[in-house]
C-alpha cells in the first residue's frame, strides 16, 4: 500500500486528502511532523524540494500533487470517480483549472501566510498588494467561469474542485470574496458541504491555531480558544 507523507493542516495536502477520499484509494497515512529535523531529513531524501503532500508507492516517491492524485487514479483507485476525465475536451479544462487554482490561489494565499511567519523587518507589503491583487483577479475569473456550472471545471467534481477547495479555504481568510463574487461564494459553499471536503476539514480543526491567518476563518471553522 502506498504511504502519504502530510501534515492535517496543509492545504496541498488536503488536494491530495480529498482525492483518496473520493478515489477510495487504500493509502497509508504518515502524518509528519514539521518540527522534527529527521523527518525533514527524511522528505529532503525522496524529494529534491523536501514538499507534501508526498506519496511513496513500492520505493518510488511520487511528487507534486496533481501528478499524485492522477496516480492514485490509475493505480489505487477502488470508486468510479474519475477526477481527471477520459473526454479529452473536459480533460484539458480539468487539468487548465486544476493549473490555475495551484498557481494563481495557492500561491498567492501562500505569499500572506509567509509574510506572516516573516520577521517584521522582512514582511512585504508591495508582495501582499500583488497577492491581493491576484486573488481578486482569480476570484473574478473563477465567478465567470461557474456561470451554468455546478462544478469548477467539468459537469462532475474533479481534480480543479479538490485544488480549489483548500485554495479558497485559505485565500479568503486574508482576501474575502466580494458582492461580486456570488458565484464563487455559493461554489465554496457547496465544496464545503461536499462529504470528503467536509471530512478532511474536520480533521484540520484542531490544527487550526497554528494558522497564521485564523483570524479571519469563518467561525463556522474556528473559534478562538478562550
Ligand atoms: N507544487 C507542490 C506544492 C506543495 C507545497 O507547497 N507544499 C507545502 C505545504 S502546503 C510545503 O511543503 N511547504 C513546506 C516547504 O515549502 O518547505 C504540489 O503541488 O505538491
Redesign the pocket.
Known sequence: MPTLYYHPL????WKALIAIKVLAADVALHAVNPGDASERDLLRTLSPF????LLVDQDRPV????ILIEHLQRHHARSNARLIPEEPTCELDVRLWDRLM?QYVMTPM?AFTANLLAPEERRDSVAIDKARDLLLTSYGAIDRQLEGRTWLATDDFSLADCAAAPALFYAIAYVPFGAEHARTAAYFDRLMDHPAIAAVIRDAQPFFKYFPGRAGLSSRFYQEEA
Open positions: 496543509s492545504s496541498y495536502c523536501g514538499k507534501i503532500p511528487l507534486e500533487t496533481s495551484d501562500q
